[in-house]
Each structure stands twice: as structure tokens, then as C-alpha cells.
């Protein structure tokens, strides 16, 4: 499974964006998938993570009512979209993809990883 991470970008506080991970692999419907985040002197964190059916998400308390994660297997992509967002909320951007759904939500060791997107949050 290749993936590429992308739609992030500066935005102001209270803002939102849309990032986008579209998948090279056919076996993309199989895979739990996840976005995760690191920011600068940070070690890399759960964010959200989504079901392969797409039927169950899970979410860092942070992100809460704030980011939602989608997936669109027809297309092979995972979104997450991202509003009201605040200058904490900056950070690189990863997706990641792994057969085990327990290792998505809220670990680091999931197999697959996407090149990150920066997200800047200006206050």
C-alpha cells in the first residue's frame, strides 16, 4: 500500500482544511486507516482513525468535535477534515494504513506510512 498524504497548507484560526491520502494499493478497502500528526520537538500523535468498513472512527480527545475522518473506498482515499482549527493543531500531517485496527487507533506502529503534509495554524 503507497500513500501520499496532501491539502495541507496556512490557514488562520478558526479555519479549516480538507487533507486528503489517496491510496496506490488495491487492498485499500482492507486496511484500518489513520491520521496522525507531529509537530516541531514533538514525537508523532494519534489523531483519528477510521474502520475498513468505515463504519466505526475513533478521535485524539484534542480533535474531538472538530475533525472528521472519511474514507472513500471506491477511490481508494481517506479524507479528514479539519475545522476550527486552532495554532496547536500545527503540526505535519501523516496517513497511515495497517490489516490490524487495534494498531491504528492510537499507536505509532502501524506498517504503512504516507509522506506528511505541513498544516500551519496562524493566531
Known amino acids: 500500500v503507497q500513500l501520499q498524504a496532501s491539502g495541507g497548507g496556512l490557514v488562520q484560526a478558526g479555519g479549516s482544511l480538507r487533507l486528503s491520502c489517496p491510496s496506490s494499493g488495491r487492498a485499500f478497502s482492507s486496511y484500518a486507516m489513520g491520521w496522525f500528526r507531529q509537530a516541531p520537538g514533538e514525537e508523532r500523535a494519534f489523531v483519528a482513525a477510521?474502520?475498513?468498513?468505515?463504519?466505526?472512527?475513533y478521535y485524539a480527545d484534542s480533535v474531538k468535535g472538530r475533525f472528521t475522518i472519511s474514507r472513500d473506498n471506491a477511490k481508494n482515499t481517506m479524507y479528514l477534515q479539519m475545522n476550527s482549527l486552532k495554532p496547536e493543531d500545527t503540526a505535519v500531517y501523516y496517513c497511515a494504513g495497517d490489516l490490524d485496527t487495534i494498531v491504528v487507533v492510537g499507536t505509532t506502529r502501524v506498517k504503512y506510512w504516507g509522506q506528511g503534509t505541513l498544516v500551519t495554524v496562524s493566531s
Open positions: 477510521i474502520t475498513w468498513s468505515g463504519v466505526s472512527t
